[in-house]
C-alpha cells in the first residue's frame, strides 16, 4: 500500500495556511500524513493548525522548532525527521513511503498527489524503486486572491525540463519545490543534511540525478501564489535576463554559492559516486581551480549549462 508523507515547512503563514490545508484534505487521494514544521511563527499560525489537529488528530502532525531554520534547512530537516519516525514505525513498514514538499501559501489541485504518485509509480517500475527517483510537475502561477497569471510556470520562465542529468543540475536547478514528490529509496541520502544547499529542491535534484532518476509531468497540479511574502517566487523570463545582466557582480557570487552547493555534495557523496558522475561532480566543484580558457572549455565540454543561448552566454561571461 501506498502512502504519501507530505512535509510542510511553516513561518508566518496566518494568511494562505488555511486555504493549503484545506486543499489537502480535498484531494482524491487519502493515504497521506501532513507534517507541519514551524520555524518560529509569531503570528496565528500555530492557533490555526492546533484547530486542524483537533478536527484530523491522524492525519495532521505538528512541530515547532526551537530556533529558525531557514526554508532549506527546516524542510530537509523535516524529512530526516519523518523517515526516522517511519523506519520505528511497524505499521509504516507495511507501506510503500512517498514524500512531497508542500508550501503554506499554495493551493494543490485535487488529483495532484494521485497524479504525481501515478509518474512517481511509472518511473519506479521503469528505473526500479531500490533507486531515488524524483518527480516534478508544472505549476498554475496565480496572485494572492488566487487569479491565474500564468497557466504554465516553466513555460514563462523558459527553463527546460527536458534537461534533468546530473551536469545541467549541478549549474540550474528544475524543479519548483512545491511540486516535487520523492521515494524513500531517496531519503536513504538524507542521512547527512548539507549546510550550503541553496534549496531543498535543488539538493533532492542533485540525488535523483546522481543516484537515480527524475522524471516530469507536464501538468500544472497547484495554484502557485505569489504574493510580497515569496520567499522563492516567480519572474518572467526577460525580467531574469534583467535582472542578470544589470547585476553581473551578484550573478558571480551566487555561481560561487551554486559550486560551493556541488563541493559539498561531493565531499558527502565521494564513497558513493561512481565513474562519470564522480568525474562529473568533482570536475564542477573545483571548477575555479582552473585558468580562463579551461573554465569555459569545461563548461561546453562536460555540459554545465543552463537553459537556452542567452543564460549560457551570461554564465561563460561571469564563469
Given at each position: 500500500?501506498?502512502?504519501?508523507?507530505?512535509?510542510?515547512?511553516?513561518?508566518?503563514?496566518?494568511?494562505?495556511?488555511?486555504?493549503?490545508?484545506?486543499?489537502?484534505?480535498?484531494?482524491?487521494?487519502?493515504?497521506?500524513?501532513?507534517?507541519?514544521?514551524?520555524?518560529?511563527?509569531?503570528?496565528?499560525?500555530?492557533?490555526?493548525?492546533?484547530?486542524?489537529?483537533?478536527?484530523?488528530?491522524?492525519?495532521?502532525?505538528?512541530?515547532?522548532?526551537?530556533?529558525?531554520?531557514?526554508?532549506?534547512?527546516?524542510?530537509?530537516?523535516?524529512?530526516?525527521?519523518?523517515t526516522l519516525q517511519n523506519r520505528q514505525d511497524e505499521d509504516a513498514k507495511?507501506?510503500?513511503?512517498?514524500?512531497?514538499?508542500?508550501?503554506?501559501?499554495?493551493?494543490?489541485?485535487?488529483?495532484?498527489?494521485?497524479?504525481?504518485?501515478?509518474?512517481?509509480?511509472?518511473?519506479?517500475?521503469?528505473?526500479?524503486?531500490?533507486?531515488?527517483?524524483?518527480?516534478?510537475?508544472?505549476?498554475?502561477?496565480?496572485?494572492?486572491?488566487?487569479?491565474?497569471?500564468?497557466?504554465?510556470?516553466?513555460?514563462?520562465?523558459?527553463?527546460?525540463?527536458?534537461?534533468?542529468?546530473?551536469?545541467?543540475?549541478?549549474?540550474?536547478?528544475?524543479?519548483?519545490?512545491?511540486?516535487?514528490?520523492?521515494?524513500?529509496?531517496?531519503?536513504?541520502?538524507?542521512?547527512?543534511?548539507?549546510?550550503?544547499?541553496?534549496?531543498?529542491?535543488?539538493?533532492?535534484?542533485?540525488?535523483?540525478?546522481?543516484?537515480?532518476?527524475?522524471?516530469?509531468?507536464?501538468?500544472?497540479?497547484?495554484?502557485?501564489?505569489?504574493?510580497?511574502?515569496?520567499?522563492?517566487?516567480?519572474?518572467?523570463?526577460?525580467?531574469?535576463?534583467?535582472?542578470?545582466?544589470?547585476?553581473?557582480?551578484?550573478?558571480?557570487?551566487?555561481?560561487?554559492?551554486?559550486?560551493?552547493?556541488?563541493?559539498?555534495?561531493?565531499?558527502?557523496?565521494?564513497?558513493?559516486?561512481?565513474?562519470?558522475?564522480?568525474?562529473?561532480?568533482?570536475?564542477?566543484?573545483?571548477?575555479?581551480?582552473n585558468s580562463w580558457f579551461m573554465r569555459r572549455k569545461l563548461i561546453l565540454?562536460?555540459?554545465?549549462?543552463k537553459t537556452g543561448i542567452i543564460r549560457n552566454i551570461g554564465l561563460l561571461?561571469?564563469?
Amino acid at each position: 500500500m501506498n502512502k504519501v508523507n507530505i512535509i510542510m515547512a511553516a513561518y508566518n503563514g496566518e494568511k494562505y495556511i488555511k486555504d493549503q490545508i484545506e486543499s489537502i484534505l480535498h484531494n482524491s487521494f487519502k493515504n497521506w500524513v501532513l507534517w507541519i514544521f514551524d520555524d518560529g511563527s509569531k503570528d496565528q499560525t500555530e492557533l490555526i493548525i492546533e484547530k486542524y489537529i483537533q478536527q484530523y488528530p491522524q492525519k495532521i502532525r505538528y512541530y515547532r522548532n526551537n530556533t529558525n531554520k531557514g526554508v532549506t534547512r527546516n524542510f530537509l530537516e523535516g524529512v530526516k525527521f519523518v523517515t526516522l519516525q517511519n523506519r520505528q514505525d511497524e505499521d509504516a513498514k507495511n507501506h510503500s513511503q512517498y514524500y512531497m514538499f508542500c508550501d503554506q501559501d499554495d493551493v494543490w489541485m485535487g488529483e495532484k498527489i494521485h497524479k504525481t504518485l501515478k509518474q512517481m509509480k511509472k518511473a519506479e517500475k521503469k528505473y526500479g524503486s531500490e533507486k531515488p527517483v524524483a518527480v516534478f510537475t508544472d505549476a498554475i502561477v496565480v496572485d494572492e486572491k488566487l487569479n491565474i497569471q500564468q497557466s504554465s510556470f516553466y513555460k514563462t520562465s523558459n527553463l527546460n525540463t527536458g534537461q534533468r542529468d546530473l551536469a545541467h543540475m549541478l549549474m540550474e536547478n528544475k524543479l519548483i519545490g512545491c511540486t516535487v514528490m520523492f521515494n524513500e529509496a531517496l531519503t536513504e541520502k538524507l542521512d547527512v543534511i548539507p549546510k550550503n544547499a541553496r534549496y531543498h529542491d535543488w539538493w533532492i535534484a542533485l540525488i535523483a540525478s546522481a543516484f537515480g532518476h527524475i522524471t516530469y509531468l507536464k501538468e500544472g497540479t497547484l495554484l502557485y501564489r505569489q504574493h510580497g511574502n515569496n520567499v522563492v517566487g516567480n519572474q518572467s523570463f526577460l525580467s531574469y535576463v534583467k535582472n542578470r545582466f544589470i547585476n553581473l557582480h551578484k550573478q558571480k557570487e551566487i555561481l560561487d554559492i551554486t559550486i560551493r552547493q556541488a563541493r559539498e555534495f561531493y565531499n558527502i557523496f565521494e564513497k558513493e559516486l561512481t565513474g562519470n558522475k564522480k568525474e562529473l561532480v568533482y570536475g564542477f566543484a573545483y571548477i575555479k581551480k582552473n585558468s580562463w580558457f579551461m573554465r569555459r572549455k569545461l563548461i561546453l565540454e562536460k555540459g554545465y549549462l543552463k537553459t537556452g543561448i542567452i543564460r549560457n552566454i551570461g554564465l561563460l561571461l561571469i564563469i
